[in-house]
Antibody, heavy 120, light 111 residues
């Protein structure tokens, strides 16, 4: 079964750090670009970051550039998002999403999401 | 403010058709044929409904269709059913510097 399972969310103080993980199964992980997409409470979707299948190319939304780092370990079929200098505006459900093979910007598999709350 | 503009709400009666628009710029929707649409029910993860403007993933009913003209993309849901009531988000590839952008979402109500 194709599956993405996020972990690592929680409550963190402003200025703090958190590392999210996304374990993939059921497909050839290294062949797919992966992304993180977030959704603030009651708000819409916001693309956060993407990484190529090899990990050699990364992309970031302006809102997180310089603070977040996306990475992957293809030997462990796992995607990561290191989040530093967290702000209240970063409070959201964070989804990892699989990039549809052969396409750009389409995500055909989503995890269940992990909640990140930034608050004092 | 979202990069792509969608109406906040849309509605229709069972069996009717409804179209949701999504307006961007020449740097995203107008520049690439990589527009996607997602359905999201409350408390659930988004589901891909349309990709590359008009294509449907396996398992998505053919009642869902997509189109694009210039900088505006559209999602049409025909033969509305109660289970179609959900939030719908458009998305577009926006080049190597921005990668992906989403619309603000449209809440579809089946009357």
């Amino acid at each position: 079964e194709v599956q993405l399972l996020e972990s690592g969310g929680g409550l963190v103080q402003p200025g703090g750090s958190l590392r999210l993980s996304c374990a993939a199964s059921g497909f050839t992980f290294s062949s797919h670009a992966m992304s993180w997409v977030r959704q603030a409470p009651g708000k819409g979707l916001e693309w956060v970051s993407a990484i190529s299948g090899s990990g050699g190319t990364t992309y970031y939304a302006d809102s997180v550039k310089g603070r977040f780092t996306i990475s992957r370990d293809n030997s462990k079929n796992t995607l990561y998002l290191q989040m530093n200098s967290l702000k209240a505006d970063d409070t959201a459900v964070y989804y990892c999403a699989n990039g549809l093979l052969g396409s750009l910007g389409a995500f055909d598999i989503w995890g269940q999401g992990t909640m990140v709350t930034v608050s004092a | 403010q979202s990069a792509l503009t969608q109406p906040p709400s849309a509605s229709g009666s069972p069996g009717q058709s409804v179209t949701i628009s999504c307006t961007g710029t020449s740097s995203d929707i107008g520049g690439y044929n990589y527009v996607s649409w997602y359905q999201q029910h409350p408390g659930k993860a988004p589901k891909l409904m349309i990709y590359e403007v008009t294509k449907r993933p396996s398992g998505v009913p053919d009642r869902f269709s997509g189109s694009k003209s210039g900088n505006t993309a559209s999602l049409t849901v025909s033969g509305l059913q109660a289970e179609d009531e959900a939030d719908y988000y458009c998305s577009s590839y926006a080049g190597s510097k921005k990668f992906g952008v989403f619309g603000g979402g449209t809440k579809l109500t089946v009357l």
